[in-house]
């Protein structure tokens, strides 16, 4: 069984986590992709209001299983409001979506779990061309940014 080993810098950088600012960052990084693409335009939302924006604006490089906005309206609406109005749950379940390191979608095919950076595993599963990543399906995958790789995902993962 394969796992993606965290870095602990990640997780006790000074500033890593303490995000802050309302801004998305423009340009090629994670949080420049998300900010571009009216696709993310909840996900976006989400990690302004968890104060993740420095985070995916930093060099990492991550690994990021990004729902798009049809994932999150899988949730029900009163869930989703209380998750976007909880900052230590929303932060807890968006990091379950972040693995530390570049992982692109052969070397995801190639594992059985993943460690997130929530501390968290995650299974993965492939049949055939389809990588599932718990019970989300991977629908776009190896999106290049520069500080990393999304892997854009059907279903909001749960910690």
Known sequence: MKYIVLSATLLLGSTAFAGGGSAMPAGNTIAGIVSSDPNFSTLLAAVKAA????????????????????????????????????????????????????????????????????????????????VMINDATVTKADVRASNGIIHVIDTVMMP
């Open 51 to 130: 104060g993740l924006v420095e985070t995916l604006s930093s060099p990492g490089p991550f690994t990021v299983f990004a729902p798009t906005n049809a994932a999150f309206a899988k949730i029900p609406k009163a869930d989703l409001d209380a998750l976007l109005n909880d900052p230590a749950k929303l932060k807890a379940v968006l990091l379950y979506h972040v693995v530390a390191g570049r992982v692109t979608a052969a070397q995801v095919m190639g594992m059985s779990s993943g460690k997130t950076v929530n501390g968290a595993s995650v299974r993965v599963s492939t049949m055939g061309n389809s």
